[in-house]
C-alpha cells in the first residue's frame, strides 16, 4: 500500500517510515501542502495522512483543512487520515465532517496508526489492475493557486460529472491534455481509460469503433478538419458516448459538431494569466526531473526565483518544464540559477 505523510516534523516522517516499512507499506513524505500536491500529481497513493498545521504558531488547522477541502474536491474517494494535537478534537471533528476517514491525534502508537490506515484505506475502492484501468486511474489534478486556474477547476468540478461535450482551448503546452485528464477523472465514466484519437491520423480513426457505448474520447484537432471530414466525423460519434476535444480555433468546428464535442469550452490559461504559479511549478517539475534522474531535488537562487516572474516561457509549462530538467542536468552542486534558464525576456515586465 502507498501512503503520502504530509507533515513538517521531520521525526515523526522518520519515525512513521520505519514502522510503515515494517508493516509492508511505502511511505513518501511531503514537507507542507505545496510538496504535497506536487507528489499527488505525479502518483496516486492508497491513503493520505495530513497534518492540519505547518506555519509556524498556527494551532488552527486552517492550512489543513483548506489541502483537505481541495483534495476531496479533486477525488471524492481520497482516502485522507488527519492528524491533530490532544487539543485538537474540535479540529478533527471538522475534518471528519468534511471528508477524512479518520483522525489521529498525537502522540500516537504507530500499530494502532498502522490499523486506522489499513481499515480506512480498505474501505476505498480498489483500484483494478488492467492496463486501460492503469491509464485511467493517473493522476489528474491541477497545480496552481492563482484565480485562473481555480477557475478552470472549478469548471472542471461542475461539467465533468456531466456528460456535455467540452472543448479545451488555450495555448498549446498550457495543460490542455491535463484538463481534459481532469474532466474525464471527475467524470462517472473516469473507471475506463479515455479512448485518445489525434484526428490528424486517417487510421486513428478506427478507435472511433473500439469504445464500448459510454465511453468517453479525447479528441486532438477537430478543428483542423475540413467541412467534408467533420460531418463524416459527426456521422461516426456514438450516441451514448462523451467527447472531449482540443482545439487551437474552436470557431472552426462546425455548429452541427460542435453541439457533440463542444457544448462547453475550458480555456487552459498561459503562464503569463497565472505568474504566481511559476515558482509551484517549477519546483513540481524540479521534483520529477530530479526523480527521474536520480539526484536530489535542486535549490533555485534568488535570481532564478526571481525570473520565473519576468519571462515568457515558450512553449508555456511544457517549455518550462524542459528548462528545468536541462537545468538540472547541467547544474552542480543541487543548484539552478538564472543562467542555466534560458526563457524569452517578456516586454515591458522588467522591474515590475
Known sequence: MSILLVDDNPRIAESLAIAID??????????????????LA????????????????????????????????DDPGACI????????????????????RDFVMKPWRNAELIAKIEVAARR?????????????????????????IERVRSLVRRIGPTMAGVVVTGPSGAGRGLIAAAIHAASTGSARAMVR????DPLAWDRLDQGTPGATFLLRHPDRLDEVAQARLLDRLGPEDRFIAIADTPRAI???????????????????????????????????????????????????????????????????????????????????????????????????
Open 254 to 352: 462546425s455548429p452541427a459538431l460542435a453541439r457533440r464535442i463542444a457544448m462547453v469550452e475550458i480555456a487552459a490559461p498561459a503562464l503569463v494569466e497565472r505568474p504566481a504559479d511559476i515558482p509551484l511549478l517549477a519546483r513540481h517539475f524540479a521534483r520529477i526531473a530530479a526523480q527521474r534522474h536520480g539526484r536530489p531535488p535542486p535549490r533555485f537562487t534568488p535570481a532564478a526565483e526571481a525570473l520565473f516572474a519576468h519571462a515568457l516561457w515558450p512553449d508555456e509549462a511544457r517549455g518550462l518544464a524542459a528548462a528545468i530538467e536541462r537545468a538540472l542536468l547541467l547544474g552542480e552542486d543541487g543548484v539552478i540559477d538564472a543562467a542555466l534558464l534560458t526563457p524569452a525576456p517578456v516586454a515591458g515586465m522588467a522591474g515590475t
Open 124 to 148: 476505498r475502492p480498489v483500484h483494478p489492475t488492467t492496463p486501460e484501468a492503469a491509464m485511467a486511474a493517473e493522476p489528474a489534478r491541477l497545480l496552481g493557486e492563482s484565480d485562473a
Open 81 to 100: 487520515i488527519v492528524i491533530t494535537a490532544h487539543s485538537g478534537i474540535k479540529l478533527a471533528v471538522a475534518a471528519m465532517q468534511a471528508g477524512a
Open 22 to 39: 515494517l508493516a509492508g507499506h511505502r511511505l513518501d513524505v511531503a514537507s507542507g501542502p505545496e510538496e504535497g500536491f506536487s507528489l
Open 42 to 73: 505525479a502518483q496516486r497513493y492508497d491513503a493520505i495522512l495530513l497534518d492540519l498545521n505547518y506555519a509556524a504558531g498556527r494551532t488552527d488547522g486552517a492550512e489543513g483543512l483548506a489541502m483537505l477541502e481541495r483534495l476531496l474536491a
Open 197 to 200: 484519437i489525434d484526428l490528424r
